[in-house]
């Protein structure tokens, strides 16, 4: 537990790589995991559109709207007063133009409190990149598996697997560096693609999603590591603690007690002094 750490910052992440030091990055949605995410002492969270299917049960991140994530972030914000918090720009928030972008990162960092913002894309979206650091807030790439394309990709699988599309990923990293990202999030790519893109970084920390150990830090799902979800597991999350069985044992022991009458025991109610209740009966009667 670190209870009284500090507010991570900017240049505190770079400090951290820097230093040698990995920097730690989960998703979450909510003020009570967010609570516990910022004592346990994560460096970064991430607001995810993930939450379209974590949190709401959509198959995919595409209906989330832009009041589904301030609402969101703007909880974990007040869960997770010390973490460097990114907002994750939803489905259609920022591809349309650049001052679409601009003006909803403008909403997430005023409504809700998050220190940055997050959109998917390489050289096709270097332009909002530009726009929105261009306007004061420091922004985050995402390129490799992107669920916001997944229909064009082909699906939820690994991407850059040939030279080719190696190559155009390498490109594309470059072009969000140029357009001012300080970090570029690569997922499910290749090890040694996400190994070069971190060598070749200039002014941007590189972030791992099941893109292998070579990154300036990793990020996981919540609910992957903490076995929450339950339509799928993805190869790249290793779970870290069972949680969904830990809650699913409790819920199961709660039914019971109920059922059995053994819950609520004395301690789980409150009295009524007796002359109180004497005097309720006589005004009843
Ligand atoms: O929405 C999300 O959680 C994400 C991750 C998959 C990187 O964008």
Redesign the pocket.
Known sequence: MTETRKKMTLPGLFKKVADGQPITWL?CYDYPTAYLQDQAGVDMI?V????GMTMLGYDS?LPVTMDDMIRHTAAVRRGAPNVWLVG?MPYMSYQPSVETAIRNAGRFMAETGCDCI?L?GGVAMADRIKGIVDAGIPAIG?LG???QSVSALGGFKLQGKSATLAKKILDDAKALEDAGAFMI?L?LVPDRLCQLITARAKNALIMS?GSGPHAHGQ?L?YHDAFALYPKFKPKMAKVFADAGAVIRAGLEGYVQEVTAKTFPAREHWFGMPDEEYDELLKVLD
């Open positions: 998703t991430l995810g559109d993930s939450l991140t994750d997050k998917e995402h598996l992107t669920p999030l997922e999603l990020l799902i």
